[in-house]
């Protein structure tokens, strides 16, 4: 199992960027891809991106495209969420999930083949 540990949440500014951290502990965090989901107020949670354990394949929600980046270091247990022109859609608990993988290449944008969440983090847009 994984511990996983989102911050970098809060309170910002329509057009303004945040970046989230989400930070492993436990079994071996280098060969699990890994996710960044959302629930916005009332609604279901959703993906918004997620990445294969090398780091080379990404997946992301059409609504994210060319605003949000994933990245991770597998140095450091960490994965990051970038994110960049926020606009108050985005509000919403964001979510880290992780999940153990044999292949390299593999990511996952479906929330039930995740073993592994965060607490979540709070990110509110105002506008």
């Known amino acids: 199992q994984v511990q996983l540990v989102e911050s970098g949440g809060g309170l910002v500014q329509a057009g303004g960027s945040l970046r989230l951290s989400c930070t492993a502990s436990?079994?071996?965090?280098?060969?699990?891809?890994a996710g960044w989901f959302r629930q916005p107020p009332g609604k279901a949670r959703e993906v918004v991106a997620t990445?294969?354990?090398?780091?080379?394949?990404?997946y992301y929600l059409d609504s994210v495209k060319g605003r949000f980046t994933i990245s991770r270091d597998n140095a450091k247990n960490t994965v990051y969420l970038q994110m960049h022109e926020v606009k108050p859609e985005d509000t919403a608990v964001y979510y880290c999930a992780a999940r153990s993988s044999l292949y390299s290449g593999a990511y996952y944008y479906n929330q039930d083949q995740y073993e592994d969440w965060g607490q979540g983090t709070l990110v509110t847009v105002s506008e």
């Open positions: 990445i294969s354990w090398s780091g080379l394949r990404t």
């Open positions: 436990g079994r071996s965090f280098s060969s699990a891809a």
